[in-house]
């Protein structure tokens, strides 16, 4: 069973999003919040796989709540899945910096809203190409203002395709098919670019593809 919490200051969001997650009955809402500073709380007592967390929140905002879940030593195992809307895009480049482990749209299909939430359980970013390039993509100049190239310096031509790959949102099936690596090679040098770049997850991996210009707003595999 994936043991969710639902963060957002409407009711009526909240109300509708319970139903749609337990649907399948492998998917359980353990805790729903109005805010961030309440939501923090429940989550601590009861360590859900996974929060759906909006941004704009009384008390303690979407952003400085996940911020202190992955600061939290023992909150590891807890996956924030950002809750946004277009108007919210900005917002969600700094949900992903503070360590969301990926982002959907409120207005998701149920069954991709199961579907999210299984892939975040399982320890997978949630970056599917629609999504990826569907919400940075939509940031247009925003994304070029701040492209910082000195962040690949420390890369070799081959991690450098790896991280555009990874920031079109491919898999590492994608990306080993697309390069002519294996998988599991694809997989290792995920891990290296990981480490070079200080970077929590694939979600960060996505920011720092675009703010480094290596990938451009309306990008796509």
Do not use: C, W
């Not at 790959?165 to 290296?192: F, M, Q, W």
């Not at 480490?195 to 707003?217: C, H, M, N």
């Amino acid at each position: 069973m994936i043991r969710i919490a639902l963060l957002d200051d409407q009711e009526l969001v909240r109300t509708g999003l319970r139903p749609l997650a337990e649907h399948d009955g492998d998917i359980e809402v353990v805790a729903e919040a109005p805010d961030g500073h309440t939501g923090l709380s429940l989550i601590r007592r009861h360590r859900p796989d996974v929060v759906l967390m909006d941004i704009r929140m009384p008390r303690l905002d979407g952003i400085a709540a996940t911020e202190h879940i992955a600061a939290d030593p023992d909150l590891g195992d807890v996956r924030v899945v950002v809750l946004t809307t277009f108007d919210e895009d900005e917002n969600v480049l700094a949900a992903v910096r503070a360590g969301a482990a990926g982002f959907l749209l409120k207005d998701v299909a149920p069954h991709e809203l199961r579907d999210a939430i299984r892939v975040v359980a399982a320890g997978d970013s949630l970056l599917s190409p629609t999504i990826t390039t569907t919400v940075l993509g939509h940031l247009g100049a925003s994304l070029n203002t701040r492209v910082r190239p000195e962040m690949l310096d420390a890369l070799t031509d081959r991690e450098r395709d790896v991280l555009a790959g990874v920031g079109r949102g491919a898999s590492n099936d994608e990306i080993g098919a697309s390069l002519h690596i294996s998988p599991a090679t694809a997989r290792t040098y995920v891990s290296r670019l990981l480490a070079k770049l200080g970077a929590r997850d694939r979600a960060q991996l996505v920011v720092v593809s675009y703010e480094s210009g290596l990938i451009t707003p309306g990008d796509a595999s």
